[in-house]
């Protein structure tokens, strides 16, 4: 350490995680679907990289294990240019809710992830939140206990004692922990943050440049600075959903940080932490050989029982190219679901008369795809004409219909699916059922909803919980011929009721609603609740006097135009 110090080096950390990682989304994005995601850590790490290379300087990377599993080779690669790899824990989980037990597996799963893609030791930690010494001291007995050089997670308050507000050694039962705080400036008030990330991005840099400058200037010990590999991308996909709060967190300024990183560069000579502490050298460890044994799956020990049963699935999209990665992601996961359980799915998607590219990245996405139908509206003509569309088009009597924007789990359909037995026409997922639930969903939305749900349970025979979800398993002939008054959202909550009045079977299937993360929603509010008093006016006169205004189709029974290279022509 006194090497370091006397070489005047400051230390540089690159945080490597994902857009879709971050705390500020933590309460919209599950972990389970971030392989749904369009991943963009590998170029923003491969861009850190380069510009590391350009001014020959060193850092230490902390990843996460989840990213060490999925890209090996971008460890090795990180590696291979000189740098150091330490550990982020695997899943970006605050400290908060894990047990000390779980927090030690949570340390060797990550380990075991890196090591074994780089074949280096992992020396250092940092958490994926800032933590307090007060708090979360324990950590640091976790940490000598499995063997780390050294943590860098502590942001100093101004009640810690002033050695804590550097780098210094920790001894625990006869072990020794160094700690790499963030560098803050006293203000007297408080401690401000001057190492990187969010305070270089959203505070006047002329301030910060100041402070670090000062720093430099008067302190013998290195400033820690730091980044995440996403503040190096200012073209990530947007999540819509965050609040006002979080977007200015996460997207503010993040054209600033690559001229920031570029400037202190210049200014700063800067290495990695275990380079600073003389360790690097001692690093490797011996990689392991054995493979873990993955269970061989064959023909043979599939289930034997697994009957091929054709599904289609129908995707009605309007200006939704934001949401097309992410669906498309998802789909292929749900895809292999269904086929390993015996379904041979067929996805028909319908543009509904898109402006924003979204047939064109429809077709990029999925036209070389055998069993994919891509379909569109001359005219924009609304989510329930979209999906009365798929279902003629469809060849299978089991049709199913989805939001594009993936509000509903796909994966749920291989539970909805089986549902569709006997003489069931339909099977809609129910948020509002004593075990579905609802995620982040604004307000408004719930509230119109369950209020439509209400009126409609009281007009009509099905006494259900949720009316007006898109997200159905459908039997073909039962709705072919369906003719709709309403052909937007509306449309929705008619398809069933209609269905409902004429002796259909409808089931509910308890489901979890979650908010859009992608675009934004086109329901009209104030348009949608005098519609749905409207269309409950209707389904009134159809239940009770058996008679009702003079329906006009609102499905063409024009010639449908298949723009997908591999479907064939529908009448």
Not at 451 to 468: E, I, M
């Amino acid at each position: 350490m006194s090497s370091a110090k006397t070489t005047q080096k400051h230390l540089l950390t690159i945080l490597v995680e994902d857009y879709f990682h971050v705390g500020a989304f933590e309460n919209l994005i599950q972990q389970r679907n971030w392989s749904n995601f369009e991943p963009r850590y590998e170029q923003n790490t491969i861009k850190a990289l380069d510009l590391l290379d350009e001014y020959g300087t060193k850092a230490t990377f902390f990843v996460l294990g989840w990213i060490a599993e999925q890209n090996p080779g971008l460890i090795r690669e990180i590696v291979a240019r000189g740098h150091e790899v330490a550990s982020r824990g695997y899943y970006h989980r605050s400290l908060k809710n894990l047990t000390d037990e779980e927090f030690r597996e949570d340390l060797r799963r990550t380990n075991k992830a890196i090591e074994e893609a780089c074949g280096h030791k992992v020396l250092g930690y940092r958490a994926a939140e800032k933590l307090s010494f007060a708090e979360s001291e324990w950590m640091l007995n976790v940490l000598s206990e499995e063997g780390f050089a050294y943590d860098a997670s502590f942001l100093p308050k101004v009640k810690d004692s002033k050695t804590k507000r550097f780098s210094h050694q920790v001894h625990i039962d006869g072990k020794a922990i160094w700690e790499f705080p963030y560098s803050t400036l006293d203000l007297g008030l408080g401690l401000l943050p001057i190492s990187g990330g969010n305070y270089f991005r959203q505070i006047p840099y002329t301030l910060m440049r100041h402070a670090v400058r000062n720093w430099t200037q008067r302190q013998d010990e290195p400033i820690v600075f730091y980044l995440h590999v996403w503040e190096l991308d200012p073209e990530q996909p947007r999540i819509s959903a965050a609040s006002n709060y979080n977007r200015i967190r996460h997207y503010r300024k993040l054209d600033k940080m690559e001229w920031i990183l570029r400037e202190n560069l210049e200014l700063y000579d800067c290495t990695g932490i275990a380079d600073s502490l003389g360790l690097k050298e001692d690093v490797r460890v011996q990689s392991s050989k054995s493979k873990v044994q993955r269970p061989v799956e064959t023909a043979e020990n599939r289930n034997s029982n697994i009957k091929n049963t054709n599904i289609s699935v129908v995707i009605p999209c309007y200006n939704e190219t934001d949401a097309l990665p992410y669906l498309a992601n998802t789909l292929r996961a749900v895809e292999t679901g269904l086929v390993e359980n015996g379904y041979q799915p067929n996805f028909i998607f319908v543009d509904d008369k898109s402006i924003d590219g979204t047939l064109k990245a429809l077709t990029e996405l999925f036209e070389h795809k055998k069993n994919v139908d891509i379909l569109k509206h001359e005219t924009n003509r609304g989510v329930a004409a979209g999906i009365m569309t798929g279902i003629r088009a469809a060849k299978t009597e089991i049709v199913c219909s989805m939001d594009c924007d993936c509000t509903y789990d796909p994966h749920e359909l291989l539970n909805m699916l089986p549902l569709m037995a006997g003489n069931i026409d339909m099977v809609t997922a129910s948020p509002y059922h004593k075990d579905g639930g609802v995620r982040n969903v604004p307000g408004w939305r719930l509230f119109l909803s369950r209020g439509a749900s209400f009126l409609y349970r009281r007009v009509l025979r099905a006494k259900l919980d949720t009316y007006t979800s898109c997200f159905r398993v459908y039997r073909r002939s039962s709705m072919v011929g369906m003719e709709l008054n309403e052909s937007g959202f509306l449309g929705v909550a008619e398809m069933l009721g209609r269905l409902d009045l004429s002796g259909g079977k409808i089931v509910e299937f308890p489901a979890v609603l979650e908010v859009r993360l992608f675009g934004l929603s086109k329901m009209k509010t104030a348009k949608t609740i005098l519609g749905h008093l409207k269309l409950l006016s209707s389904l009134i006169k159809l239940r009770w006097f058996r008679k009702s205004d003079a329906i006009t189709p609102s499905i063409t029974t024009k010639k449908l135009n298949v723009v997908s290279a591999n479907s064939t022509e529908l009448n």
